[in-house]
């Protein structure tokens, strides 16, 4: 008999919780849990996604005073999330998350702290989920968006559904007015900048 999910999946929306969709990626925002319970949603404003493997590394999870390892579908869902590119198991992904951070706001390339302060005030306000209005014609493949139904993600000139299940049902996307826009602006910035966010196949 399968043992049930543990509360370790994320959502494009940033919630913790138990679902059986297996994730590609993982990360961290620091020490979540108390034993095998999740206790808040985040421990700073370090947000980051991460190599399931990175040398060989392994460390079992809810180990006390280690940080709690979260899981995402894909990297669209972890940018939705708010979450960037770790520097050190991605540090090619970090850098070009960066340099598109730098080059779409016209900055010098910003520290890892400077990114994880801006990144923290797009996502939340307060307790709650911060969403932001942008021209649907303006939304790059890899942007999360948040419909009546649920999320949806911006891909291949159409919008996908994301369930707890996964990629659904594919919608049109609409060539007037605005959206609901789950993924931070300033990852919004960097995907119309051309990195190459991994998306997958099971969105297209």
Known sequence: MASAPERNRVTPLGEIVAIPLRGAWTGNRGILHSEHEIVRTHASDL???????????????????????????????????GHRPCGECRRADYLRYRDAWAEALDIAPPSARAMNRQLHTERVDGRRRRLHER????????????????PALVVDGGLT????SGYGPRHTLPRRGTAQVITPPATIAVLRGGYPVEISATAL
């Open 47 to 81: 947000w980051i996604t991460c190599r399931l493997e990175f040398r060989g590394r392994w460390r079992e999870q809810w180990l006390p005073h280690r940080y709690t390892h979260l899981y995402f579908h894909d990297e669209a869902v972890s940018f939705a999330a």
């Open 135 to 150: 021209p649907w014609t303006e939304l790059p493949d890899g942007a999360f968006v948040l419909r009546e139904d649920g």
């Open 161 to 164: 559904g994301w369930t707890t």
